[in-house]
């Protein structure tokens, strides 16, 4: 048994598989190896035997270790063997299962027979010694050398191994992942250089095409992207990133927020800032940092978190009071009004509406009814 | 006569308890006055707050609002406050009502009995709530309990004095 070396089980270039059987025990001399039954296979350089439940456990042996071979007929509980005498250990071999034995000698069990034509086609690899004529590309044991080295091992340290390997094996799967986005990006860039230009020429040429044109192929680039806009790598992390990123956070939502009656919430502002940029995507938390940079600034903008933690950017000049007021007299108006209803009304976003008039209860201006048809407000006549 | 209901009773906000501080006192502040005026209207002494909950009082069939249990508790949390509720049980399910406190039973008891030139005499307590004499008077027909709850008052303010009898108790006013 100690002239077998662990391998991958895998055959080399130049090396033919010759047969197969399953259920085939080995057995050390006249001992039971400590292996349990498996597949053995014969190809044209070597008697390979792999554990049938556990691939990684797999061991070789080349064929030219052979001395002679014979049959050794099945009895009452045994079954056939064939046993197969060995030179002796290599100098040079690979580690095995066993590290020595005092036979010379292995068995194979065969358990679901077989043993006829596994007889039939070794005293045929034995007599052609293909292994002779057609040497493998490599020799065998440095073949199943350090890679094997890997995957032979059984028991903790084995699961220990693979592991690691297939922690290794994400690790580069990852950077290579990562490696693609930053080619990405620099392409994004070129594609916003792109746009820019084309916008610098429409500028230059603007005798020769229509005021209508200018108009139209504009509303394009500004859809597909700003000309320039601030990223990280042009103006580094930080708060002068932020300080940056609110300056232009400022120009830009300017006309939007007066258009939506002076406040929008954060979620909006959000999806209207990343839509505009393109490929140059913000992440929630600078576009939360930078709005918080507003009012330091003194831009005309700042960021307001009501009571339940909804954001919104809104317009300086956008007074409380007259939110309120205007609660307060569309509310009176109908009588009573969910947010829904409000909503629909000034055509703001639920959310929006919703906090306004949490706002104007909170003042004492508006009062509840939350019954089975939903939360409704009231002209506060307490 | 039937009761008059103030006008926050078809206001349906007056059924939600309300968040805003300011707003929520002058919530509950109706809602004492209302059970108090209802229980008056009505002569009720014990309330069982899951009946109370059904009644009219906190259950307006028009409006289709009904106070929840939650605010019915903290409306009678704050009556108790004022001294014009008790708890029977400790799990608060039954409840005294004294629209009146015993201090002010105990005025108008007073009142009807020098009013009448009485003073010094001895009455039975069974006299004073269901005799002919008392008859037409608020207090005539007042429970037992609330009765002598008004008595004591006016005992320890020296104006009664409560003595056992042998089928009862009785007082003598001074």
Redo the contacts between chains.
Sequence with gaps: MDRFSWSNGLLEINETLVIQQRGVRLYDGDDKAKLDVGVVLLSTHRLIWRDVKNHECCIAMPLSQIIFFEEQAAGIGKSAKIVIHLHPVPANKEPGPYQQSKYSYIKLSFKEHGQIEFYRRLTEEMTQKRWESTPVSQPIPTGTGSQAGKTRAVGIVGIERKIEERRKETDKNISEAFEDLSKLMVKAKEMVELSRSIANKIKDKQGDITEDETIRFKSYLLSMGIANPVTRETHGSGTNYHMQLAKQLGDMLQAPLEERGGMMALTEVYCLVNRARGMELLSPEDLVNACKMFESLKLPLRLRVFDSGVMVVQLQSHSEEEMIASALDNVSDKGSLTAEEFAKLLGLSVLLSKERLLLAEKMGHLCRDDSVEGLRFYPNLF | MSFEWP??YN???F??L???V??RQ??LA?WCSLALSYCRHHKLYTLDVMEAQESPMFNNKKI??KLSMEAIQVVFEELRKKGNLEWLDKNKSRCLVMWRRPEEWGKLIYQWVSKNGMVNSVFTLYELSNGDDTEGEEFHGLEDWMLLRSLQALQTEGKAEIITMDDGKGVKFF
């Design positions: 006008w926050q206001f349906p906000p059924f939600t309300q968040p805003n300011d707003t002058k919530q109706a289709e609002r």
